[in-house]
């Protein structure tokens, strides 16, 4: 009796087994194909220097195209007389999800390529100039730099402040003079 009853568990087993493998349940399946997505866009690079508008910085990194908030150049509204560049960018789905991610560079400023780490802390700096007009350049720079991972840009970056502040000194030091001009000959 044990003998038959193993015998019955044993067929039913197989019987099952054939069904699983009918339905195609010990099939491989093909192997999946590795979906990549791509976005293409424009960045727009202002052309960053002591004497760019903080109006202008403002558009610097803007990025248009297809994926992107922006559709086309006409709708971010740039100013007039504004040098920028256009640069194509392109991301994939694999470069976004790996650990390292290639070096994005800004290629239109004072100091030729550089990345877009040291682009940020160069726009920082010009704005700060511009906010707080009572600082020296080596308080801005400490404020920018607090750590020491961008030393040698901190060192270029100084004498381009020092550009701006005597610049915006001179624009203040030449409005002082016409608003005394025009007030002492009212």
Same mark, same amino acid.
């Given at each position: 009796m044990l003998n038959l009853s193993i015998l019955i568990v044993i067929v039913g087993l197989i019987y099952w087994l054939l069904r699983l493998r009918r339905r195609g349940f010990?099939?491989?399946?093909?192997?999946?194909?590795?979906?990549?997505?791509?976005?293409?866009?424009?960045?727009?690079?202002?052309?960053?220097?002591?004497?760019?508008?903080?109006?202008?910085?403002?558009?610097?990194?803007?990025?248009?195209?297809?994926? /992107?908030r922006y559709k %086309? @150049?006409? #709708?971010?509204? !740039?100013?007039e007389k504004c040098s920028f560049k256009i640069k194509p960018i392109q991301y994939s789905s694999d470069t976004l999800f790996q650990e390292k991610h290639?070096?994005?560079?800004?290629?239109?400023?004072? /100091?030729?390529?550089? %990345? @877009?780490? #040291?682009?940020? !802390?160069?726009?920082?700096?010009?704005?700060?100039?511009?906010?707080?007009?009572?600082?020296t350049s080596l308080e801005i720079i400490s404020r920018l730099f607090a750590d020491?991972?961008?030393s040698r840009f901190?060192?270029?970056?100084?004498?381009?402040i020092d550009q701006r502040l005597l610049c915006q000194n001179q624009?203040?030091?030449s409005k002082d003079l016409d608003n005394h001009y025009t007030s002492s000959h009212q």
């Open positions: 010990f099939k491989r399946r093909p192997k999946e194909n590795k979906m990549t997505n791509k976005i293409f866009g424009q960045e727009i690079q202002i052309f960053l220097d002591y004497n760019t508008p903080i109006e202008h910085i403002a558009f610097d990194g803007v990025r248009f195209g297809q994926q /992107f %086309s @150049l006409d #709708e971010i509204g !740039l100013p290639p070096i994005e560079t800004h290629d239109n400023n004072v /100091f030729g390529i550089i %990345s @877009l780490e #040291e682009a940020k !802390l160069l726009k920082k700096g010009l704005q700060m100039v511009k906010m707080y007009n009572n600082l020491n991972t961008h901190a060192e270029k970056m100084k004498n381009l624009n203040k030091e």
